[in-house]
């Protein structure tokens, strides 16, 4: 996790990441986490998101929700968890246009990041 206190912004992000774009904060709403459109999988992206220090706190405390999750049926993998936390914690999310691919430790792409960027990257609808 990164904090940049100077524009209130904390930004959680995996390691292995490797960002396609420069990171759109002006298009960051006020009041909302920013998560990428893609890949959400029936919930949201859990490998970036962006807020205030607040918001994030409550996004990085998601762990206690998972035990509950496991005996609700509809929440059936960690995107999904993660949508349903944020919603339950009143934490609004903007889908933010912002690309990145995972690399694995030989270098290679992630199979399934390698359609980011080409226009097939199954935007997230399921949350707006």
Do not use: K
């Amino acid at each position: 996790m990164i904090d940049d206190s100077d524009r209130g912004l904390v930004i959680a992000t995996r390691a292995d990441i490797r960002f396609m774009q420069p990171l759109p904060l002006n298009s960051l709403r006020d009041g909302c986490i920013g998560i990428p459109n893609f890949h959400g999988w029936g919930g949201v992206n859990d490998r970036f998101a962006i807020g205030s220090r607040q918001q994030m706190g409550i996004y990085c405390q998601r762990r206690r929700f998972y035990e509950e999750s496991l005996d609700q049926s509809h929440l059936r993998n960690p995107e999904s968890v993660l949508a349903a936390w944020l919603e339950e914690n009143h934490v609004p999310i903007q889908l933010m246009d912002f690309n990145f691919q995972r690399i694995r430790a030989d270098g290679q792409v992630a199979s399934r990041d390698l359609e980011i960027g080409s226009g097939l990257n199954g935007v997230n609808r399921a949350i707006s």
